[in-house]
């Protein structure tokens, strides 16, 4: 079990100065000067200029500029600075906030509603039930958060409120703490909850076919037992797996729905980050966004290795 | 199913002239998208405390859809029952309720299944599974029951039983995943143990270490076995009697020594004759010839008819019954006694 | 089950996480011809696909989309390429005779705007999902016959892909390169950059599994050479896997697309796409919902019918994963 971690520590070290390697040096050759960004329309006195320059070493090749970043971020945890003076980590603490909240509460409507969906359609296979379930899952894949965000936000948002007097969902920012997140967090949740009822309904029929079902059938178990215990505790390993490694993609995912909210999440951030052309702000949200995916699968490895024996004495 | 109350649970005790268990005129098929399936079509056979009965057939002959349904761990659907009587101790199992049914199994008829890898639940230490017979059909705490599972591993003689009760099944040897699967079978000291090919999956010399075993456990409990098998060598030491199946239906009874000494049916005769045997070294191998036959397309007559070098004409067209040879011995062939007195049609 | 039981039906197992998909067509399933001769996965699995309503449902609509991105004229009489069809005075004006979709913010008109609108997301679509698949199926193809370093190597590679988030790092290429006026080819390369590790992961699985079945081992003892056991023997039996896939993905780019559009890093006006027209009746949509709707929908059921399918093309090559 304790090599098993290692290795996949070490494993992971590749993958981050890669990814964050590509994005550095995709963001290095971002068109336009953003020390002349910066100031807009002024005039800008050249001393200054050459000192912001020198100060984010601007003018340093690429794989240098490379090193003191990534240094930073090694040795002391510093994420540098925006060209307003404000470190990257202050500015982002909370837009992560707002990104992570949305992210968790999709991922907890995601696996409720996708398990329970999954579930029921195993439990029902080859009825209407199972057929209405998995053509629900198609439609679902099919709508594309940009759809179902501006729907939804009408429909739920929008018209609700104007039929009952009340507000269940607010449809923009992130001002009325959980309620705010109701809807986007769905909205965010979609595909997933049909990938996950697919996975959840697929892993409980297969487990429900395998011999040791019928083994414990044998044995005089209940119907219910058989079920809930022996398939069930099966058939979780993939589903928890995939709900480990949604959380990073969720994260990640989250740009189109936070525009549509007007959540100020780091997608949003990053969004305007680009057109500011602000390094720093891009590469550490992209780093930070690498990392959750990072930890997330090291997590769902160690979730495997929890829930499956086969793997623990590997 | 029709319901019937608990309290018409077959009780223990004296049998009289009863079996313990019998199986009646069973058939049992399957629907599929190809066609409906005759897995069984009317098998009798019937067991007595301390006996050893011997289901013997190739795959597809029935033999294990037969346990099964004892069991009552057939899927329904696409299984079904539409003939047929299995009763033990004289109450037809057929007939329970489900709950009812539910307390025969596994307490009363247990069964041990071919691959034990697969037939033990991955994710659950050993020590888990056969303590759980007594958890939940005993009632007793989690300790005192895993105190049962250490007592039971070391009966099956699984060596420092203490220790590897905490082990997960893929942490076993074959032969020991096995004698899990025993032990966690005979748990409740059922009066009937259905084994299942319960060999197959092994080496040589391990079969013939869980074969004694199983027999070894009979003798001090008296319970009835019934033992599947498409291998005649296994059987020949442990089994009473012997009933061979073909197609869904018994073609051959007979106790053991009988069917070895001179087979009734072309099909035993053929199984008997492809057995390797040491005085006949350097000879060809017999084999059956032809194919296992289609389930969906089954022969019209005897179903053994194109594989039958006893062929004749009305072998084509009528279907024989089990004709009686004597008390002990029956023959689903119109020319038993030609294959008895061994001449070739 | 036991060796006896009659096989009940398909074994299920359906997912689209990447890994899952790649299960090796079974062998069991092909269906003989009368000649004797054994029909190919390909031709079985077309027998299976026409009796699918499924299937038939995205084909037709496949169909009449490729029709409206070739050939948009066949469906409407206005030009909304052409800014004299706009009239500002008539701005987000209802359904009326003519503009049966009603008038967006700048006063054109929906309906012909929503029409032209398929032709980048087709084109895009398409093209993304050639070049993953010759790129990433080609290095999958290398990688999993070479194994050893090379194989280390590349799949390291897809490893830092697969971390970088598909949107934002498209979010990141476009806008890097919005300077040099690539106009939709830009889209097509920084989704294809992202995405060719998906198809190589899947090629490499299936060539592995099929690396070690008896008749590409009994090629290589015959002395076969490298490229013909990889193009003759590997290739067609990894293919059904990619393909799948592929289709999947297909419908997913063309949302993507779709997105970046909408964040306006994809295709630049004056040009028309679904995502840009949901972009521009974004601000007055509360007050005009129908100028996002259309294209709304339009978007939904092409990339439903390149996930039906693809959906439908998984069970019939594998009816394992129905």
Redesign the interface.
């Known amino acids: 079990m304790g090599r098993y971690i290692i290795r996949r520590l070490i494993?992971a070290g590749?993958?981050?100065l890669?990814?964050t390697f590509?994005?550095f040096a995709?963001?290095f050759?971002?068109?336009?000067d953003p020390v002349a960004a910066l100031a807009g329309d002024k005039r800008q006195d050249p001393n200054i200029v050459a000192i912001i320059r020198e100060q984010y070493h601007l003018d340093d090749p690429l794989l240098v500029q490379y090193w003191y970043y990534i240094s930073g971020i090694v040795f002391h945890g510093d994420f540098g600075k925006t060209f307003a003076g404000v470190p990257v980590t202050q500015l982002l603490a909370g837009k992560l906030q707002v990104t992570l909240n949305l992210a968790l509460v999709a991922l907890t409507m995601e696996a409720i509603i996708g398990v329970l969906l999954g579930l029921w359609a195993a439990l029902r296979?080859?009825r209407a039930t199972d057929t209405a379930i998995l053509a629900s899952t198609?439609?679902l894949?099919?709508?594309?958060?940009?759809?179902s965000g501006?729907?939804l936000q009408?429909w739920l948002g929008?018209w609700l409120k104007r039929v009952t007097g009340t507000e269940f969902f607010p449809i923009s920012g992130a001002t009325q703490g959980l309620k705010s997140y109701l809807l986007p967090g769905f909205v965010l949740a979609g595909v997933s909850i049909a990938?996950l009822t697919?996975?959840t309904?697929?892993s409980l029929?297969?487990t429900l076919?395998s011999?040791y079902i019928?083994t414990a059938t044998a044995k005089g178990l209940s119907r219910r037992r058989v079920i809930g215990r022996h398939g069930l505790r099966n058939a979780l390993i993939?589903m928890v797996t995939?709900l480990g490694a949604d959380l990073?993609?969720l994260?990640?995912?989250a740009?189109?729905t936070e525009?549509i909210f007007n959540l100020p999440g780091i997608?949003f951030q990053?969004?305007t980050g680009?057109?500011l052309r602000e390094q720093p702000v891009?590469v550490g949200?992209?780093t930070i966004?690498?990392l959750v995916?990072?930890v997330a699968n090291l997590v769902v490895d160690l979730m495997y290795a929890v829930l499956d024996p086969r793997i623990r004495y590997e | 199913m029709r319901k019937t109350s608990l309290d018409t649970l077959p009780a223990e005790g004296g049998l009289g002239d009863e079996p313990l268990l019998a199986v009646d005129n069973l058939h049992v098929e399957?629907?599929?998208?190809a066609g409906v399936?005759r897995?069984v079509n009317g098998v009798s056979y019937s067991l007595r405390p301390g006996e050893t009965l011997a289901v013997l057939g190739e795959?597809?002959?029935?033999?294990?859809?037969t346990a099964?349904a004892i069991m009552g761990i057939?899927?329904v659907?696409?299984?079904r029952i539409p003939k047929g009587e299995i009763r033990f101790r004289g109450t037809d199992l057929l007939k329970l309720s489900d709950e009812a049914r539910t307390q025969v199994r596994g307490q009363r008829i247990a069964m041990i299944?071919?691959d034990a890898l697969s037939a033990l639940n991955p994710v659950f230490t050993v020590g888990w599974q056969i303590s759980e017979m007594f958890r939940i059909h005993r009632g007793m705490s989690r300790r005192d029951a895993t105190a049962k599972a250490v007592e039971l591993m070391d009966r099956v003689r699984i060596p420092a039983a203490k220790q590897r009760v905490n082990d997960y099944p893929h942490q076993f040897s074959g032969g020991m995943r096995q004698r899990i699967m025993i032990a966690m079978s005979i748990a409740l000291d059922p009066e009937v143990l259905i084994a299942?090919?319960p060999t197959t999956a092994l080496d040589v010399t391990v079969q013939a270490q869980i074969m004694e075993l199983l027999a070894e456990l009979q003798r001090e409990s008296n319970m009835g076995m019934i033992l599947i098998t498409h291998d005649l060598g296994v059987v020949a030491d442990v089994a009473d009697k012997i009933s061979v199946m073909y197609g869904g239906r018994i073609v051959e009874n007979a106790p053991v020594h009988d069917i070895y000494q001179s087979p009734a049916h072309p099909y035993t005769k053929g199984l008997l004759e492809s057995i390797p045997r040491v005085d006949l070294k350097g000879q060809d191998l017999y084999a059956i010839k032809g194919l296992p036959p289609n389930?969906l397309d089954m022969p019209t007559g005897c179903a053994f008819h194109p594989r039958c070098p006893y062929r004749q004409d009305n072998c084509v067209t009528d279907s024989p019954p089990l004709y009686e040879i004597n008390a002990r011995r029956g023959s689903a062939c119109h020319y038993w006694r030609e294959v008895l007195d061994g001449d070739q049609g | 089950?036991?060796?006896?039981?009659?096989?009940?039906?398909p074994?299920?197992?359906?997912?689209?996480?990447t890994d899952q998909v790649v299960t090796a067509p079974s062998p069991g399933r092909r269906r003989r011809k009368k000649e004797g001769k054994p029909a190919s996965l390909w031709s079985d699995a077309w027998h299976d696909l026409r009796r699918r309503p499924m299937f038939i449902v995205s084909i037709v609509l496949i169909a009449i989309l490729l029709v409206m991105s070739f050939w948009p004229s066949l469906f409407t009489d206005i030009n909304p390429l052409d800014a004299r069809t706009c009239e500002l005075s008539t701005a987000r004006q209802g359904p009326s005779p003519g503009h049966i979709f009603g008038r967006d913010n700048q006063g054109c008109d929906v309906y012909a705007r929503t029409i032209y609108g398929a032709k980048n997301s087709i084109l895009i679509g398409v093209t993304t999902t050639i070049l993953t698949m010759v790129v990433g199926g080609l290095l999958g193809l290398i990688a999993g016959t070479r194994g050893g370093m090379v194989d280390t190597l590349t799949s390291?590679?897809t490893?830092?892909?697969?971390?970088?988030?598909?949107?934002?790092?498209a979010?990141?290429?476009t806008?890097?390169f919005?300077?040099q006026d690539l106009g939709i080819w830009i889209v097509v390369m920084a989704l294809s950059v992202l995405s060719w590790p998906m198809t190589f992961r899947i090629m490499r699985a299936a060539v592995i599994t099929a690396r070690n079945q008896d008749f590409v081992v009994a090629a290589r003892a015959l002395g076969a050479s490298q490229s013909r056991i990889m193009f003759r023997h590997l290739l067609p039996n990894a293919l059904a896997p990619v393909i799948v896939v592929a289709t999947i993905n297909l419908?997913g780019f063309i949302?993507a697309e779709?997105?970046l559009s909408?964040?306006g890093?994809g295709v630049q006006p004056p040009d028309i796409s679904w995502?840009l027209m949901?972009a521009d009746a974004?601000n007055r949509?509360?007050e005009a919902?129908l100028p996002?709707?259309f294209p709304?929908?339009f978007?939904?059921?092409t990339?439903?019918a390149f996930?039906?399918m693809g959906?439908a093309v998984r069970d019939a090559i594998d009816p394992k994963l129905r």
Request: neutral net charge; glycine residues 10%.
């Open positions: 494993q590749p993958v981050l890669g990814a590509f994005i995709t963001v050759a971002l068109p336009g296979r080859g198609l439609l894949i099919s709508i594309p958060t940009l759809v501006f729907v009408l929008v990938y697919r996975l309904r697929t029929v297969e076919r011999d019928r993939p995939y990073g993609s994260m990640g995912g740009v189109i525009t997608g990053l969004y680009v057109y891009v949200i992209v966004l690498v995916y990072i | 399957f629907a599929t998208r399936v897995a795959s597809g002959s029935g033999k294990s859809v099964q057939l899927d659907p696409p299984a299944f071919q299942d090919e389930l | 089950m036991s060796s006896e039981t009659p096989q009940a039906g074994v299920y197992s359906e997912t689209l996480t390291r590679v490893e830092v892909f697969f971390a970088i988030p598909m949107i934002l790092g979010l990141l290429i806008a890097t919005r300077g419908g949302a779709a997105a909408f964040l890093v995502g949901i974004r949509f509360l919902p996002l709707v709304a929908v978007l939904s059921i990339v439903l996930i039906m959906d």
